[in-house]
């Protein structure tokens, strides 16, 4: 048997994840862009993270992994302290480690180095098979640990990656993992000698967990039939309650027996889902857009994060606004609209936040969709600026959330499915408005939205400003969408 450190991670969620991804990698979804840009972002910091053993020597990638550990070997026999992706196998297992230091008297400490704020379990299987490889090689090990990004960093005037990174040293709970390592590789082992029959493992929790497993489409859609609207994403059922009724064969919604023990609201969800009727509150929803006044400020930023704080005062994955789009809607319905977008490179928060207090006067109504987010930024922005202070928070105040009515059920149709978030919401009221989101070139969604500005400063000019055209087009249709939910709303009440 071979395997790599990240097969053997992946075995470790689902073994036939990992029989699939040897035999049969073409029915797994190619990595999207979240999953590409989380990657560099983990390259990113895996090479900061290098600077906190300096002097260090990088084994080069090669595709031909016996140069790799040769040069490893050679350079341990060079008296090399530390080295970064320091290359080993032991019976066919390999394992690239991203920081090993050597001391003098040979022992060695294993590094680990994750772009995450915490130690997760699966990373503890991660560094358990380096030790695994390292200690069946014949080397002593000092320590194992992970060394992850310290979310309460705030950056100064410069970096200090000694405080941006928080080094846990994991060596007991690695010691504890390792006398299972043989009967877990033995168990990989059978399913991969059998290549003609895939394991048959159901699908479950570990499809999720820790990642969403890139068989999802052909284990549950291909060959499980498990459509959109089914037990397990209609509303928010539970993962035992869903396992449950998986177990005894049910999937759809409409199979669910009623003396199934569910909550009133869940109930309520599963009969509105039979019945396929829509309920609307008109009282409830009259009094919102009775309590609306004008002209309505309808707002929503854009925000990205850095792993690696760019500016004074940034904290790791914060986000930080880098766009908005406004419409200001007057009380005959006519539609002004404002906007503004950063350029890329540089820390453009004070002007986002003064341009916001230029365009958003301190008593006019706003109106955000799931306004926590908008309102944290702006407090974020308040409490940056104190000049600017007293203006945003008095946007704050002002701000109520087109979200409510949806979240508190005073309008709902079966194919909201039980959300109210804006991705459903949205195409039930205004459905022409998912085409036309679909027809956007570039960015069609926040996170595609965050990916453009975050690498905006890599591009070059002519793909720059089509992207930034894009980014505007496509934040202008958030608020033009909050505007035209608005607009069903009132049309539904007046019927
Ligand atoms: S989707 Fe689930 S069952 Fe299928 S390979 Fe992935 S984790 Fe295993």
Redesign the pocket.
């Known amino acids: 048997m071979t395997l790599s450190k990240s097969l053997y991670t992946r075995a470790i969620?689902?073994?036939?994840?990992l029989?699939?991804k040897k035999y049969n990698p073409n029915v797994l979804a190619p990595p999207d862009e979240t999953a590409l840009a989380v990657f560099e972002t983990g390259n990113r910091v895996g090479d900061l993270a290098c600077q906190l053993f300096p002097h260090g020597k990088e084994v080069p990638y090669s595709k031909n992994y016996d140069e790799m550990i040769a040069t490893t070997r050679q350079w341990i026999d060079d008296e090399i302290s530390n080295i970064y992706e320091a290359t080993f196998n032991f019976s066919g297992i390999l394992v690239m480690v991203d920081i090993l230091t050597i001391s003098e008297d040979g022992e060695v400490s294993i590094y680990e180095v994750k772009s995450s704020t915490d130690v997760k379990e699966i990373y503890l299987h991660d560094v358990s098979i380096q030790y695994f490889v390292l200690q069946n090689l014949g080397f002593k090990i000092k320590s194992a640990n992970v060394v992850h990004i310290n979310n309460n960093y705030i950056r100064g005037d410069k970096l200090d990656i000694d405080e941006l990174f928080t080094i846990v040293d994991v060596t007991s709970e690695i010691e504890d993992l390792q006398s299972n390592i043989p009967t877990l590789l033995s168990e990989f082992e059978t399913y991969l000698n059998d290549r003609e029959n895939e394991p048959k493992?159901?699908?479950?929790k570990?499809?999720?967990t820790p990642y969403e497993?890139?068989?999802?489409e052909?284990?549950?859609k291909v060959?499980r039939q498990i459509s959109d609207y089914s037990i397990f994403n209609i509303f928010n059922l539970g993962s035992k309650k869903q396992i449950e009724l998986y177990s005894r064969g049910i999937v759809n919604i409409g199979d669910i027996p009623p003396d199934f023990e569910l909550t009133a609201l869940q109930s309520q969800a599963v009969e509105n889902y039979k019945s396929q009727t829509t309920f609307i509150d008109k009282e409830r929803i009259g009094e919102f857009i009775e309590n609306l006044t004008y002209p309505l400020y309808h707002l929503d930023f854009e925000t990205y994060q850095q792993a690696i704080p760019e500016y004074k005062g940034i904290k790791p994955f914060e986000q930080i606004p880098f766009q908005y789009s406004l419409h200001i809607e007057y009380a005959d319905g006519t539609l002004e609209h404002k906007e503004y977008l950063s350029q890329d490179g540089i820390d453009s928060r004070y002007e986002l936040a003064h341009r916001l207090c230029e365009d958003i006067p301190k008593d006019v109504m706003v109106l955000a969709y799931n306004m926590s987010f908008e309102k944290g930024v702006i407090k974020r922005l308040a409490s940056l600026f104190p000049e600017l202070e007293e203006h945003l928070l008095a946007i704050n105040e002002n701000t109520q959330d087109l979200m409510i009515p949806f979240q508190k059920k005073w309008y709902v149709t079966p194919t909201m499915q039980r959300s109210y978030s804006i991705k459903y919401v949205l195409p039930a009221l205004v459905p022409e408005f998912e085409k036309a989101y679909k027809e956007l070139d570039g960015v069609q969604n926040g996170s595609q939205a965050m990916n453009a500005f975050a690498n905006m400063s890599d591009m070059e000019e002519g793909k720059k400003q089509k992207m930034r055209k894009a980014l505007l087009k496509y934040c202008k249709l958030d608020t033009l969408a909050m505007v035209k939910v608005l607009g069903r709303l009132k049309e539904e009440i007046q019927r």
């Open positions: 969620q689902c073994k036939k994840a029989w699939l493992i159901d699908i479950g570990h499809c999720n497993c890139d068989a999802k052909y284990c549950w060959q």
